[in-house]
């Protein structure tokens, strides 16, 4: 399995990016992927999931409501569209899968990084 995040960069606070997580190597249609972030100086912290059967979408508190996962079944990709972004967001963005019966995150993207300036 293989993922390929892209499309981090500098925006100012309030502003919008749409990250990507191409996946290949395997059917995810048992699979959940998720985002994580780790900002300078701190733990890597989960920002959201999609289960890739049904679509349904989970959030954490600090991006609900500005961030929405989605996934294209054809292109075998997850989206991150980042929205009312803030200086607090400012991090390196990873993409991960696991299996739905898996305790853990077993594979994950190379990182895209977000910086956020106020």
């Known amino acids: 399995v293989q993922l390929q995040a892209c499309g981090g960069g500098l925006v100012q606070a309030g502003g919008s990016l749409r990250l990507s997580c191409a996946a290949s190597?395997?059917?995810?249609?048992?699979?959940?992927v998720a985002w994580f972030r780790q900002a300078p100086g701190k733990e890597r912290e989960f920002v959201a999931h999609i289960w890739w059967s049904s679509g349904t979408p989970y959030y954490a508190d600090s991006v609900k409501g500005r961030f929405t996962i989605s996934r294209d079944n054809a292109k075998n990709t997850v989206f991150l569209q980042m929205n009312s972004l803030k200086p607090e967001d400012t991090a390196v963005h990873y993409c991960?899968?696991?299996?739905?019966?898996?305790?853990?995150?077993?594979?994950w993207g190379q990182g895209t990084k977000v910086t956020v300036s106020s």
């Open positions: 991960a899968v696991k299996p739905k019966t898996a305790a853990a995150y077993n594979y």
């Open positions: 190597g395997r059917s995810f249609s048992s699979y959940i």
